[in-house]
Nanobody, 117 residues
């Protein structure tokens, strides 16, 4: 029923760019706050970006990605995006999309991002 499916991950060189997508179905997407998290090797899971439900929506970025990543959403398509530029080796990880409200908390399966030569 409820699905969040990430795509767009892959192998990229340092300084490169990737755009991750999170396609949602089975719930009222515009009503949900969205977050991108990553599981970083050697560290725990961290939130990297968030976007709210207002119009225009508010956004939040972790200090480590501020100025390099941009979160956005297309409510008509039910899709969230994470545009990543200036990628660093330390950005490597599994990136997951999360949609949440007080009454619902949904997660995707994640997509691997690897930054290396």
């Amino acid at each position: 029923q409820v699905q969040l499916v990430e795509s767009g991950g892959g192998l990229v060189q340092p300084g490169g760019s990737l755009r991750l997508s999170c396609a949602a179905s089975g719930f009222n997407f515009p009503d949900f706050n969205l977050r991108w998290h990553r599981q970083v090797p050697g560290r725990g899971r961290e939130m990297v970006a968030a976007i709210g439900i207002s119009s225009p929506p508010t956004t939040y970025y972790a200090d480590a990605v501020k100025g390099r990543f941009t979160i956005s959403r297309d409510n008509a398509k039910g899709t969230a995006y994470l545009q990543m530029t200036g990628l660093k080796v330390e950005d490597t990880g599994i990136y997951s999309c999360n949609a949440h409200r007080s009454y619902g908390d949904y997660w995707g399966q994640g997509t691997q991002v690897t930054v290396s030569e």
